[in-house]
């Protein structure tokens, strides 16, 4: 079955980086874009990155462009989100993603935390 583990979420203060990771099985990862998305508390899901099959085409929300970068290894089924500069405003659960016909699919879910 499908299943998406993320991890490298955490604390961390205004300005700095962490790294998430999502480890994918369950499909063929290389022939799917893949997805990040976020959930601040009390708001609903928002849509951050995403990623072609082949990770040469990545796409950004507006408000982390040129702080995040989205990257994949297909030789390992992994998909990470590179986050510098953060700030408090990117304090969220980050789910990796991904739209196999009928429905999404998410993992459990990483907590970041950006606060001095």
């Known amino acids: 079955q499908v299943q998406l583990v993320e991890s490298g979420g955490g604390w961390v203060q205004p300005g700095g980086s962490l790294r998430l990771s999502c480890a994918a099985s369950?499909?063929?990862?290389?022939?799917?874009?893949m997805t990040w998305v976020r959930q601040a508390p009390g708001k609903g899901l928002e849509w951050v990155s995403d990623?072609?099959?082949?990770?040469?085409?990545?796409r950004y929300t507006d408000s982390v462009k040129g702080r995040f970068t989205i990257s994949r290894d297909n030789t390992m089924n992994r998909l990470w989100l590179q986050m510098n500069s953060l700030k408090p405003e990117d304090t969220a659960v980050y789910y990796c993603?991904?739209?196999?016909?009928?429905?999404?699919?998410w993992g459990q879910g990483t907590q970041v935390t950006v606060s001095s």
């Open positions: 993603n991904i739209y196999l016909p009928p429905r999404d699919y």
């Open positions: 369950g499909f063929t990862f290389s022939m799917n874009s």
């Open positions: 990623i072609n099959s082949g990770g040469a085409n990545t």
